[in-house]
């Protein structure tokens, strides 16, 4: 099986979609239209404790290290 044939067969990992609703993390970023690092940080806070051998403590952090480096970005852009 090729990874195209994979990539069909399930698109996006489950830990990427609400449970009541079935919103993605992808879609969610998609109509806000966020930037890069401010969607990573919510597609991070979005599957915290979801994703198997990630803790939540992890992705909540990897969400924090990406708004820091969104913060540091717009400072840098008013200088």
Same mark, same amino acid.
């Given at each position: 099986m090729t990874k195209k044939e994979d990539y069909k067969k %399930?698109? $996006?990992p489950s830990y990427y979609s609400g449970t009541k609703y079935g919103y993605s993390a992808r879609n969610i970023v998609e109509d806000f239209q966020l930037g890069y690092n401010t969607? @990573?940080?919510?597609s991070y806070l979005l599957?915290?404790?979801?994703?198997e051998g990630n803790?939540? $403590?992890?992705d909540i952090q990897k969400?924090? %290290?990406h708004l820091h480096f $969104?913060? !540091?970005k717009l400072y %840098? !852009? @008013?200088l």
């Open positions: %399930n698109p $996006e969607g @990573t940080a919510v599957r915290a404790g979801k994703k803790p939540a $403590e992890q969400a924090i %290290n $969104e913060l !540091d %840098n !852009d @008013t």
